[in-house]
């Protein structure tokens, strides 16, 4: 059997090697950490013994090679899906607001909830059907030359419409800032999911932990076609002379062979691991330009559930959004909730209790019937390096999966896609780093 070596065990790496695996190589997966599935992985907590996902993901009905992979490996009966899509709103004087979308076929399953969203004004409701008519007619060719903001105020989108609306949907999808975020990323979006089919509109979440989504699986499927992943193997450099990789070194000074090659791992630390003569080459150099979005997800245990929407937008408030963990996962407590500040490059700076106290003022004024629930427990996550930050320009410098050294190929979220940073992108990217491998 030929032999591929895969970096990295997040979604891009797993779906790869189990796309690698089936194509009959002999699979060896390196994970730098104990658990599976990268910066959307999962974990069991210490105190509580909940578990805990080290970021909040949505998936959406559009996630087509998301859904393969997770069928291919046994575990898409994991995710529950919308009947059509839904998403709640409540602002900071606690009122609520809900775009609940029809059955009716595309479009108007979507028009018929936005012309009901109660959040804004019938005059900007109406307004909102600019931006379809924009991207059904392909105006705009300049997106990527233009911020989200830019793009929405030449269509017509009052402060007030993309404060309430756009923006949560900008920074929900693409972790960045409106004035930063570039318009093609949002676009992209809105017309592969929302502007879509309305089964391709509609919102998943898991029902269980990210790692048991995607992780546990795709080992027992590797498993049982001859491959392995092995944790807590930190690779530090791969070695390369010519035009090939040769191998690879790990922290404990062994090295690891293959026929094939395949980074999975993200940018900011690939190009710590590359050979350095490799990194002034032009095509890895472009690299060094592409830049990292933070967010910060923010775990409460509360005495008891606050809401029973599995999810909540947040309105004029700093967190944008409400997962209820207990909810979804189906806790006998159920007042596990995660709040998540996304694009928080403005919080870095702030300690924990800072940011506790802030989610905790705004949770009281959006939910007022929290104020009485007593916070049990709580943990505050930082990911720095989250997601790929889509501004303008960035899409210059995401790699092809396809490298100069014949048999090192990359895939990545942050990779050259047809999509923003997702899942989605990172999955894609794999199966295009598998085929094109012989």
């Known amino acids: 059997m030929p032999t591929a070596l895969v970096i990295g065990a997040g979604w891009a790496g797993l779906s790869c090697a189990v796309e690698l695996a089936e194509k009959g190589f002999k699979v060896t997966l390196l994970e730098q950490s104990g658990r599976l599935g990268g910066r959307a992985s999962s974990f069991s907590e210490a105190k509580t013994g909940h578990i805990v996902d080290n970021g909040q993901h949505l998936f959406m009905g559009c996630y087509d090679h998301t859904f393969q992979f997770l069928r291919k490996i046994g575990s898409f009966q994991r995710l529950k899906f919308q009947e059509n899509l839904s998403v709640s709103f409540v602002n900071r004087e606690g009122q609520n607001f809900d775009l609940k979308c029809s059955s009716w076929p595309s479009p108007l399953h979507l028009l018929s909830g936005l012309i009901r969203l109660k959040s804004l004004s019938l005059?900007?409701?109406?307004?909102?059907?600019?931006?379809y008519r924009a991207l059904k007619n392909g105006q705009n060719p300049d997106l990527k030359k233009q911020t989200v903001e830019q793009w929405l105020t030449q269509l017509g989108q009052s402060e007030r419409s993309r404060k309430y609306f756009w923006d949560l949907i900008t920074i929900a999808t693409l972790n960045e800032q409106p004035s930063i975020a570039e318009a093609d990323s949002l676009a992209v979006v809105l017309k592969e999911a929302f502007f879509s089919s309305k089964e391709r509109s509609r919102i998943a979440v898991s029902t269980v932990g990210l790692s048991d989504l995607c992780g546990d699986p795709a080992e027992n499927?590797?498993?049982a076609k001859d491959g392995q992943i092995e944790r807590n193997?930190?690779?530090?450099?791969?070695?390369?002379?010519?035009?090939?990789?040769?191998?690879?070194?790990?922290?404990?000074?062994?090295?690891?062979?293959?026929?094939?090659?395949?980074?999975?791992?993200?940018?900011f630390v690939l190009k710590n691991v590359l050979d350095p003569a490799q990194m002034k080459t032009p095509f890895f150099y472009r690299m060094k330009n592409l830049q990292s979005s933070p967010i910060f997800s923010v775990s409460l245990w509360l005495d008891?559930?606050?809401?029973d929407k599995e999810f909540v937008g947040?309105?004029?408030?700093?967190?944008?959004?409400?997962?209820n963990k207990g909810c979804i996962f189906s806790e006998s407590s159920g007042g596990h909730i995660a709040l998540v500040i996304s694009g928080a490059h403005k919080f870095l700076s702030k300690t924990n209790d800072e940011i506790?106290?802030?989610?905790?003022?705004?949770?009281?004024?959006?939910?007022?019937?929290?104020?009485s629930a007593q916070l049990q427990?709580?943990?505050?996550?930082?990911?720095?390096?989250a997601t790929l930050s889509p501004r303008v320009g960035f899409s210059e410098n995401r790699l092809p999966q396809k490298t100069p050294l014949?048999?090192?190929?990359?895939?990545?979220d942050w990779t050259e896609t047809p999509f923003p940073a997702t899942i989605e992108s990172a999955v894609w990217s794999a199966t295009q780093a598998a085929n094109h491998i012989q």
């Open 123 to 131: 005059k900007e409701r109406i307004a909102l059907f600019k931006v």
């Open 221 to 223: 499927y590797l498993k």
């Open 233 to 267: 193997k930190l690779v530090t450099k791969i070695l390369s002379v010519g035009d090939r990789v040769r191998g690879v070194i790990l922290r404990d000074g062994s090295t690891k062979t293959a026929d094939v090659y395949v980074s999975a791992l993200p940018f």
């Open 304 to 307: 008891r559930p606050i809401t």
């Open 314 to 323: 947040l309105l004029d408030t700093e967190t944008q959004w409400l997962f």
């Open 356 to 371: 506790l106290k802030m989610c905790l003022e705004e949770l009281h004024l959006c939910f007022p019937e929290s104020r």
């Open 377 to 385: 427990h709580w943990l505050i996550q930082r990911e720095k390096n």
């Open 406 to 412: 014949k048999n090192l190929f990359l895939c990545g």
